[in-house]
């Protein structure tokens, strides 16, 4: 079995491992990966995998060395469970291998959560196991690139809405032409009537592939945050680029009502210890929100609005997402690097089949 391993402190620094494949026990399944997919999100996996703790979700046993989580489908191919038949498909959060095993739980809702002792204390949401029945690989490989991130495009959304946008009249996107950062401009454009205008902050590279979304009032390249308008504002920060963020504090000043961090995609421009001004920048974490909802509305209600939301922006993908399909995991070192370095075409979407 092979999988990529990801340096804890430096992680542009990857390496392929061979490592025999563990005897099942009881009650546990072997997942055979087919798909995944590989964006900035997993990025921000690995540059906040102490802070958050996706270290955590599937450990190597080697000090340092760390199995940046994905989103993908994998094949049950042995079983010791009644409740998990081989053959059975399913989707969901796995680590940056050829294969992994669980300890499958039905959750009542048709699904499998990891039982595995280890994970029973980090976000449920990351610990669940959808049944796929479509074998078509180009809807494991929508699914896999678009579910998780305009999940959390669709929750920054709902959460705005939640809070009635804390007053602003515009909302500025940081990292506008990231999955989840185009994704909520797209979500936010949505409603009929609003009160509020959309700005997305982006490089100067990626400035015409902004605007050609359709979903931002206004794009300005981060060269140009000092022409933000001076309005009640709020700040959805997907790169984690500390001047850019203290540029951004410091422009608005007082009319900056809210703040909020969400990825780090310019890891290397991540600096916390930079002080800014006005309001103090609060992480989002997508998990708290979904708790929230199902609390609210009951289990499951949140769950069909997010298929339902991100099935629909997903129509138009063609006209924003070009699909590159790699083989084997060795080529995933490839398509990180680029990745975590930020030199991927924002219109690609990175997929590895083993």
Known sequence: MQRLLTDHKTITKTRLEDIPSVPLGEGQARLKLDSFALTSNNVTYAASGFAIGYWNFFPTGIDGQGLVPVWGTAEVVESDSADLPVGTRLYGFYPLAEELVILPQADGQGGFVDAA???????????????VRSSDPADDHMRALLQPLLATSYLLFDWLIDNACFGAEQIIIGSASSKTGLGLCKYLAEPTERAYKII???????????????ACDQVLTYDEIAQL????????????NAQVKAQVHSTLGAHLKHSSAVGISHWDQFQPQIKVEGVKPQFFFAPAQIAKRREEWGPGVMEKQITA???RLAKDASSWLDVKVHTGIGTAAEVYAAL????????DGHIITL
């Open 117 to 131: 002792l280890h994970r029973a204390e980090l976000p449920a949401v990351y610990n669940r196991y959808t049944p």
């Open 200 to 214: 997305g902050l982006t490089s100067e590279g990626n400035r015409s592939f902004v605007e050609g979304l359709g």
């Open 309 to 311: 939301a991100w099935k």
């Open 340 to 347: 975590a370095e930020g030199t991927a075409n924002p219109r």
């Open 229 to 240: 308008p001076a309005v009640d504002s709020v700040y959805v920060d997907m790169s984690g």
